[in-house]
């Protein structure tokens, strides 16, 4: 079993589970949903995910492709979004 970073978290967790289910119209029960089938398991989880907003940032450097010795800055952001 997982061990939970932040333990009070898991209820807050579980709470947010379970409204992505209901947004997607997969009745969940409390405790084991082994009955589940694998497309409404995912479709709890990608819900979950569109709801989550992180913004990523990715820089780096490196060199230019076409002029040696040049050096470019790459630089991504993204989030996800609803």
Request: overall charge positive; aromatic content about 8%; charged content about 25%.
């Amino acid at each position: 079993m997982a061990k939970h970073v932040v333990p009070e978290a898991k209820d807050a967790l579980n709470r947010f589970k379970m409204e992505a289910a209901n947004e997607v119209g997969v009745n969940l029960k409390q405790g084991y949903n082994g009955d589940l089938t694998a497309k409404q398991a995912g479709s709890i989880g990608g819900q979950m995910v569109k709801k989550i907003k992180p913004i990523r940032t990715l820089s780096f450097d490196r060199n230019y492709r076409w002029v040696n010795g040049h050096k470019i800055t790459v630089r991504y952001a993204f989030n996800l979004t609803v």
